[in-house]
């Protein structure tokens, strides 16, 4: 599977009014004459050969599409990944390398129960409220091959959190002991699963009849994901011989 998993699929244009904007300007729509905007129509299908992005507020970003004809031999132009079908929803955008000289709490560096494991690669992901999460290059195409699976079967899988850092983890661990507002359970910095690359938060609201949540229970494990927390039924791990253990057993979590 790629950094960039967007290349070599087709998006459907699911919004009637998916306008093109200006290649130098992507708050520009193109102008296609008596003041309307030149559009792609609805119900399209294209390739993307590149995206853009554009701060748009907290972590957040916008993303835009360079869009071409199924073939790859017409080019549309520039639109809103909004205006596609799953709104690129865990689409990846490509690999951060580790950076020479990275330390033991940069932004690469793995830690398992408390120790320092050394660094890793990062893969770029669209995450659920259009915020870009990362998770470990390690761990990319069975991401991608539950989102697959999961989109295959008219499911959206969206990503809350991945890989974590240890200045991340350590803003949640201390918003969690001081108890503030938005913070879950944490671990400590250096003993989370998030910091080792094997845990994922999906986004599944508060578990129940959430169409996300019913799928993953029920094939998560075929893709080596199992639940591991009791309390978080949003935290899922990419452990495979555990998830092999709990669908001999039927079940979807370590318990």
């Known amino acids: 599977m790629s950094d960039e998993s967007y290349r070599g699929r087709l998006f459907t244009v699911a919004d009637p009014d998916a306008r093109l904007r200006d290649a130098d300007d992507l708050m520009k729509f193109l102008d ?20 853009r992005e ?45 950076p020479a000289g990275s330390g033991q709490y940069g932004p690469h560096a793995v830690w398992a129960r408390g120790t320092y494991k050394g ?54 661990y201390d918003g969690y002991m001081r108890g503030l507002a938005g913070y879950n359970l944490a671990s400590r910095p250096g003993n989370s699963n998030h910091q080792n690359g094997v845990a994922f938060d999906f986004d599944v609201g508060g578990g129940g009849s959430n169409p996300t949540y019913l799928w993953l229970q029920k094939h998560a494990t075929k893709h080596g994901f199992v639940r591991t927390v009791k309390s978080e039924v949003w935290h899922w791990e990419y452990l495979p011989d555990k998830a092999a253990q709990a669908r001999s057993r039927a079940a979807s979590t370590t318990w």
Do not use: Y
């Open 119 to 172: 660094q890793v690669d990062l893969v770029r992901v669209v995450g659920t409220h259009r915020q870009i999460e990362v998770v470990s290059a390690q761990t990319r195409d069975a991401f991608l091959g539950l989102v697959g699976a999961a989109r295959a079967d008219g499911v959206a899988v969206g990503l809350n959190s991945g890989f974590r850092s240890w200045p991340e983890q350590k803003q949640l």
């Open 54 to 98: 554009v701060p748009a507020g907290a972590r957040q970003v916008a993303l835009f599409a360079h869009a071409l004809s199924p073939e790859g031999d017409r080019a549309h132009g520039w639109t809103s990944v909004g205006n596609f079908a799953g709104l690129f929803l865990s689409e990846t955008l490509g690999r951060i390398g580790v």
């Open 32 to 51: 296609a004459g008596r003041g309307q905007p030149k559009r792609i129509p609805r119900g399209s299908r294209v390739a993307v050969d590149a995206i």
